[in-house]
T-cell receptor
C-alpha cells in the first residue's frame, strides 16, 4: 500500500527553538493533514491542507502543501514543553476515502 | 467536532482470549474506521465499518481475527480474537468530522497488552 516518508524520526530540542518536519509521498495527494498525539491519547488534528502551495498557520504552527502535491512540511516556532509528543502527517489520494499516515516524528523539548 | 468514547481504555489480556472494544460517537455518522497502532509505530487502517453492511477490511486484516459490528449510526465494536502478544497495540476508532472538512477525528484509543 501507499507509504509516506516522514522525517526526522525523532528530535531533541531546547525550549524556544524552532522545529521543522516533513513528509513525502510517491504519489499525488489532494489532502495533507498534520496530527499530534500525546501519550495515552488519540491523534488530534493540528492543520489541514487542501490545495497545492497552500500555507496555513495555527498559532505557532505553520504547514504547507507542496507544489508537486507529493510533500508537506510542518514548522513549530518558539517551542515550549507542551509541544512534546508525536507528530504524524497523513495524506489522501484523489478519489479515496482512506488516510495514509507517516511513521511519526517524536519531539522532545528540554526546558 | 464529533466526540468519540472508547471502552476499555486499556486492558491486559491472556493469550488465546478475545476482547471486544466499544466505540460510541455523539452524532450519527455513516462510516467508522478502526485503526491499529503497534508500539512505537504509525497508524494502520484495519477496516471501515458502515451501518447496515459488512465491514471492509484492509489487506492483511481478516474478519475472523477482527470481527466488527455496526448496529447503528453511533456505535461500533471491534473484537480482537484469539489474541497473541503480537496483538498488543493501541486500537483507535475514528470518524469523519461533521464539519464536512473530510478529516478524521479519533477516540483516545484502547491500549491492549497481551501476555
Amino acid at each position: 500500500g501507499q507509504q509516506l516518508n516522514q522525517s526526522p524520526q525523532s528530535m531533541f530540542i531546547q525550549e524556544g527553538e524552532d522545529v521543522s518536519m516533513n513528509c513525502t509521498s510517491s504519489s499525488i495527494f489532494n489532502t495533507w493533514l498534520w496530527y499530534k498525539q500525546d501519550p495515552g491519547e488519540g491523534p488530534v488534528l493540528l492543520i489541514a491542507l487542501y490545495k497545492a502551495g497552500e500555507l496555513t498557520s495555527n498559532g505557532r504552527l505553520t504547514a504547507q502543501f507542496g507544489i508537486t502535491r507529493k510533500d508537506s512540511f510542518l514548522n513549530i516556532s518558539a517551542s515550549i514543553p507542551s509541544d512534546v509528543g508525536i507528530y504524524f502527517c497523513a495524506g489522501r489520494e484523489g478519489g479515496s476515502e482512506k488516510l495514509v499516515f507517516g511513521k511519526g516524528t517524536k519531539l522532545t523539548v528540554n526546558p | 467536532s464529533a466526540v468519540i468514547s472508547q471502552k476499555p481504555s486499556r486492558d491486559i489480556c491472556q493469550r488465546g482470549t478475545s476482547l471486544t472494544i466499544q466505540c460510541q460517537v455523539d452524532s450519527q455518522v455513516t462510516m467508522m474506521f478502526w485503526y491499529r497502532q503497534q508500539p512505537g509505530q504509525s497508524l494502520t487502517l484495519i477496516a471501515t465499518a458502515n451501518q447496515g453492511s459488512e465491514a471492509t477490511y484492509e489487506s492483511g486484516f481478516v474478519i475472523d481475527k477482527f470481527p466488527i459490528s455496526r448496529p447503528n449510526l453511533t456505535f461500533s465494536t471491534l473484537t480482537v480474537s484469539n489474541m497473541s502478544p503480537e496483538d498488543s497495540s493501541i486500537y483507535l476508532c475514528s470518524v469523519f468530522e461533521d464539519s464536512g472538512a473530510n478529516v478524521l477525528t479519533f477516540g483516545a484509543g484502547s491500549r491492549l497488552t497481551v501476555l
